[in-house]
Structures are given as structure tokens and as C-alpha cells.
């Protein structure tokens, strides 16, 4: 190995070390991660056009599930109420509200109680920024700094206030949900009526743990498949325990229906691992 060849090696192998030691949770939480992102990616494929269609104008909000999906709904997760602002409050009180909920944004309603915008610690820092500083846009400014400039001159939340909000309505999908949560990079979102009106609010660890089962969760919807799969004579003979996502299944049954079992366990969602110690009879 040349001197070119052991240098990549050796940099191939630090990328593959974590920069700090793993916390005793750590490798939980990885696989928690692993399982959620697997959630939103079955939630994208879902509504994912054909190749070579066109694809739909982009919407803030997805469309009602059908009745009757059995999919949770973000009605069933989400918080109410939901702290807001009104849109002529002064931006002095916008930071007391955010600092008091210990949130880094709050949606922004008007009179009728309609989401109209939302107003972060981003937008508030950049009007304190500017008169801190009096900086004025120059005309080499970008044409994106030069409209963050005349923002930060406001006074209301109507002034500073990204407009239109993304929301999400209550009888959206949690997986539709965690799908929008990712493309926006939100922490929480405005959850609204079909009038546009705010009725709750959101966050990406309610829609994280909805969307991952507990081991619990999982083992009983592996006992069902066991009693849709075997025979009555040969349901006791299969043992199933699940730790962290893995199902681990084992027992004495035909060839052909533990290759179904098997099969059947793995569609699941949420199992990580089948581990098939099944003894074929």
C-alpha cells in the first residue's frame, strides 16, 4: 500500500467514528431515527407522482385522509390550545411571549382567528440586529438581504411575520404530518380548520413517537398475524418477544407456514429485524 493509499484508508476509518463517545442511549435513539425517517419515506412514496408525470403545484396543507383509514390523525396528537399572537402585537411583546413559552416561533392570527403567518426568534433577531447595529442595506446588498432589511424596520407582527404560514389540518395523516415537518424543517406546526383557522399545534416529538410503537405495540400485532397464519394446533408452539424493533420469532411449525409467518412479520411496520429461529416439522 502506497503512501497515497494509506492516508485514504486511514481517513476512510476516522469519517467512521462518532466524534464523541456514544451516550448510553445513543444507540436507541439511532435506531428511533432510523425507524421515523423510515415512517416519512413510506409517507412520501405514498403520494409520490409516476415518472415522467408532472408534478402537482406544491400545497401547504395535505387533504383530509379518507374516513375510516384507521391511519392517527394529528386531531388524536396534537396540543389545545395553542398559544398565539395577534397580528398588531408590538415586537417587544413578541419576544416576552416567546421567551414565556419557551418556543421559537408562534403562529399569528388576525381578528377571525385565521393563521396568517408566523413570527420566529429568526425574524425577531434581525430587527434588534438592525438597530443594534443601524446597518442599512447597500446597493450591492442581495435582493434577499434588501427585503430582510425593510421587514426588520416593522413594528407589528404583521410587519415581521413570515407569510403565508405552513399548516397542516387536523384531520391530515401523522405521517403526512412528519412528511411536511421534514420538508419545512418546523418544530411545530399551526394546526387548522378548513377555515384556515387555528385550532392546535404540532411538534415533531408528538408526531415521532405516534409514528414509532412500542415493543408492546408490535408484539401484539405479531400474535395476530400468528393467529391469521397457523393453524389452532400450531399457534402454541410459536414464542414471539420484540426488544427495540427486532422481532425474534421461534417454536416448531411446517416449512410453509413459517415462511409465511416470517414473511407476514416483516411487513410490519416498524419491526427493524426478524430473527427466524423457527424448526421446520
Not at 408525470?53 to 395553542?82: C, F, I, N, W, Y
Not at 430582510?148 to 395523516?173: F, W
Amino acid at each position: 500500500m502506497n503512501q497515497h493509499e494509506n492516508f485514504s484508508t486511514g481517513a476512510e476509518a476516522r469519517r467512521s467514528l462518532p466524534s464523541r463517545p456514544w451516550s448510553p442511549g445513543e444507540g436507541t435513539r439511532q435506531d428511533m431515527l432510523v425507524r421515523y425517517l423510515g415512517a416519512v419515506a413510506a409517507a412520501a412514496a405514498e403520494h409520490a407522482e409516476p415518472v415522467g408525470q408532472p408534478s402537482p403545484p406544491p400545497v401547504k396543507t395535505p387533504p383530509e385522509p379518507a374516513t375510516g383509514s384507521g391511519a392517527p390523525l394529528v386531531r388524536d396528537v396534537m396540543e389545545v390550545p395553542a398559544v398565539s399572537l395577534h397580528d398588531d402585537l408590538r415586537y417587544r411583546e413578541i419576544a416576552r411571549l416567546l421567551a414565556r413559552e419557551h418556543v421559537g416561533a408562534l403562529p399569528v392570527v388576525d381578528a377571525q382567528d385565521r393563521v396568517v403567518g408566523v413570527v420566529s426568534e429568526s425574524d425577531l433577531l434581525a430587527k434588534v440586529a438592525m438597530e443594534a447595529s443601524g446597518r442599512r442595506p447597500r446597493p450591492v446588498d442581495r435582493l434577499r438581504e434588501r427585503r430582510l432589511h425593510d421587514k426588520a424596520r416593522g413594528e407589528t407582527a404583521a410587519d415581521l411575520m413570515t407569510s403565508p404560514a405552513i399548516t397542516v389540518l387536523s384531520g391530515a395523516t401523522v405521517a403526512e404530518a412528519a412528511w411536511l415537518a421534514s420538508l419545512s424543517r418546523l418544530k411545530r406546526i399551526p394546526v387548522t380548520d378548513h377555515e384556515g383557522r387555528l385550532v392546535g399545534a404540532v411538534g415533531r416529538d408528538a408526531l415521532l413517537q405516534t409514528l414509532i410503537r412500542d415493543d408492546s405495540g408490535i408484539q401484539a400485532e405479531v400474535e395476530d398475524r400468528i393467529r391469521a397464519v397457523c393453524p389452532p394446533g400450531d399457534r402454541t408452539s410459536v414464542a414471539v418477544t420484540v426488544h427495540d424493533g427486532i422481532v425474534e420469532l421461534s417454536g416448531r411449525l411446517p416449512m410453509a407456514t413459517g415462511a409465511r409467518l416470517v414473511a407476514e412479520t416483516e411487513a410490519i411496520a416498524d419491526v427493524v429485524e426478524v430473527k427466524n429461529l423457527l424448526t421446520a416439522v
